[in-house]
């Protein structure tokens, strides 16, 4: 069992920045895929960015360029640094821990951008 627990979130203003970190519990960090997902209200959950155990990264096309996404795994944390922030940005954000078919889920960190 991994629990995965999301800081970070509020609130920002049009084209500011925020840096949401993902904290994991467990030894097996190095081992799993990472990722972050968003769901905006009457949206379905969307994934943003994925970091793979050997560090190779995946971006979704509308945060391309605007969002970075890392991990320590000595620390067991993920990151997802986001700039040029936009209103349509506004969700719930959700970090994901993906290994041999197994995943696992935090809560949630709210993110709003004001326009």
């Known amino acids: 069992q991994v629990q995965l627990v999301e800081s970070g979130g509020g609130l920002v203003q049009s084209g500011g920045s925020l840096t949401l970190s993902c904290a994991a519990s467990?030894?097996?960090?190095?081992?799993?895929?990472m990722s972050w997902h968003r769901q905006a209200p009457g949206k379905e959950r969307e994934l943003v960015a994925v970091?793979?155990?050997?560090?190779?990264?995946n971006y979704a096309d509308f945060v391309k360029g605007r969002f970075t996404i890392s991990r320590d795994n000595a620390k067991n944390t993920v990151s997802l640094q986001m700039n040029s922030l936009k209103p349509e940005d506004t969700a719930v954000y959700y970090c994901?821990?993906?290994?041999?078919?197994?995943?696992?889920w935090g809560q949630g960190i709210q993110v709003t951008v004001s326009s």
């Open positions: 994901k821990a993906f290994r041999s078919t197994r995943a696992y």
């Open positions: 467990g030894n097996l960090f190095r081992t799993y895929i």
């Open positions: 970091i793979y155990s050997g560090d190779n990264t």
